[in-house]
């Protein structure tokens, strides 16, 4: 009986300090392997390059930079709301718009809301927008941003 008590004791101590290890995400910290840049790239590449606005040209290195240091909820949000202008109004689906994306970044205050927005961008937008091969893509995609929380 005893070592059934001092195994329980052990258990419950190690879930504690392994708990404490664990990333604070209600912060709006990432998970540690996850890169929500990395989502945001990928979902720009399997964008049409004419589903872009002119102003592309010149924004698009400032855009790639902007998503290689997001470092939490709100950078997240801020370069799904810049990703969104970019992108043409007549690729938006009836009900979603950038300025709609961007409303609803201004109140982003987690992981689990920038990831919310990222996926409400993607299904936003009209399937012309993208290249024929995000359909392949989709599924693992949407897949690994479910995970950022």
């Keep these: 009986m005893r070592n059934i008590l001092l195994l ?50 010149g924004g698009k290195s400032g855009f790639m930079g902007q998503a290689q240091k997001i470092s939490n909820a ?3 949000a801020s370069t799904v709301a810049s990703l969104a202008s970019f992108v043409k109004p007549s690729l938006f689906k009836e009900g979603s ?6 409303q609803t970044a201004n109140k982003v205050k987690t992981m689990t809301d920038a990831a919310g927005l990222l996926k ?4 936003g937008l ?24």
Excluded at 120 to 123: A, I, K, P, R, Y
């Design 8 to 57: 329980a004791l052990g258990l419950f101590l190690s879930t504690q300090a392994i708990h404490a290890q664990l990333p604070n995400v209600s912060t709006g910290a990432l998970p540690a392997g996850l890169n929500a840049g990395q989502l945001i790239t990928q979902l720009t590449g399997a964008l049409k390059p004419t589903s872009f606005t002119d102003a592309w040209a």
């Design 74 to 76: 709100v950078s997240m």
């Design 97 to 102: 718009s950038a300025a709609g994306i961007l």
């Design 126 to 149: 009209k399937p012309e927008a993208f290249t024929s091969g995000w359909s392949g893509q989709r599924s693992s995609w949407l897949s690994a941003l479910n995970l950022l929380k």
């Design 120 to 123: 409400s961008f993607e299904g």
